[in-house]
């Protein structure tokens, strides 16, 4: 099969995944190579089928990004699909999980252009840190934490004022665990649960700090089973990035369909099993 592994011309940070995965495809016999969603030299209809991998800049080009899905898939076949990637843009899935009974991260969502105010917002709910970031965002985009105990009430309000003009906003209660703990990301491939990757918070320009998490608990695989039936998605891969909530039990942080990294360099087993989801998908797509 001829694959892409779909990018985009100008990734924001380097793609861990791109060598392992474009090298694991070659050596199980197919021509794969990266291709960018945003050349618009490319022929999609020369491909057999395009991941959707490191599209990492669609949250500033998100109008280009969707009129890009819908003509591509009219010409090749998308992984995960084209309705998955969709319902995965906007953040506004977290509700939907939520009143499907999925612990998530306390939310408040803004529309674009919505006023609201971040004092009452957080006093109302007694929220004292708080996250403010895009609805739709990849990486740390647009995402910035505050400690209204430090006084930073106001530097919130000017940057949520600033974001709100643009795009649809999120004010999120910054769970204390982050610092301690850290974020889990449960990383699920063709239906296994192949590894796990320790996460420590990151907002504007920061780097990412990931670790190969050595056990994976019961909790954790039943949760992930939990949100992914809750989301009910078609779907190859899938990152379930938890936290534990104040009493230690689990909470989604996000569930990332759509481009996420895998962390292959820390699993590399994990790279043949993508390899042969993708030739079960295409084999019975063409059955």
């Not at 998308?78 to 309705?83: A, Q, V, Y």
């Not at 509700?95 to 306390?106: F, H, K, N, S, Y």
């Not at 850290?182 to 590894?195: C, F, K, S």
Request: hydrophobic share 40%; glycine share 6%; aromatic share 10%.
């Amino acid at each position: 099969m001829k694959i892409a592994y779909v990018s985009c011309k100008n990734l924001p940070e380097p793609d861990i995944d791109e060598q392992p995965l474009v090298q694991g495809l070659i050596e199980a016999g197919h021509d794969a190579s990266v291709a960018a969603w945003d050349d618009d030299s490319v022929d999609w209809a020369s491909f057999d089928a395009a991941l959707i991998r490191a599209t990492w800049n669609y949250a500033q080009h998100l109008d280009a990004f969707g009129d890009w899905l819908s003509c591509v898939d009219r010409q090749t076949t998308l992984i995960n699909p084209r309705s998955t990637l969709e319902w995965n843009l906007h953040k506004g899935y977290l509700r939907e999980l939520e009143g499907a009974g999925v612990p998530i991260t306390p939310t408040a969502f803004f529309d674009r252009g919505q006023s609201g105010s971040v004092l009452s917002v957080c006093e109302q709910r007694g929220w004292p840190r708080i996250v403010i970031k895009p609805t739709v965002s990849a990486g740390s985009f647009g995402t910035r934490s505050f400690d209204l105990c430090k006084g930073e009430a106001g530097a919130a309000q000017s940057f949520f004022d600033e974001m709100i003009a643009q795009r649809d906003m999120m004010i999120q209660r910054y769970i204390p665990s982050v610092d301690t703990v850290g974020e889990t990301a449960l990383v699920v491939i063709d239906g296994t649960l192949t590894h796990a990757i320790e996460k420590r918070p990151r907002f504007d320009d920061q780097d990412e700090e990931v670790y190969l998490r050595e056990s994976i608990s019961d909790e954790m695989r039943a949760f992930a089973q939990q949100v992914l039936a809750a989301a009910n998605q078609d779907h190859l891969y899938a990152r379930v990035d938890v936290f534990p909530a104040d009493d230690g039990s689990l909470m989604l942080s996000e569930l990332e369909l759509l481009e996420p990294s895998l962390f292959f360099p820390h699993s590399p087993e994990a790279v043949g099993v993508f390899v042969r989801g993708v030739e079960k998908r295409m084999a019975a797509a063409q059955s």
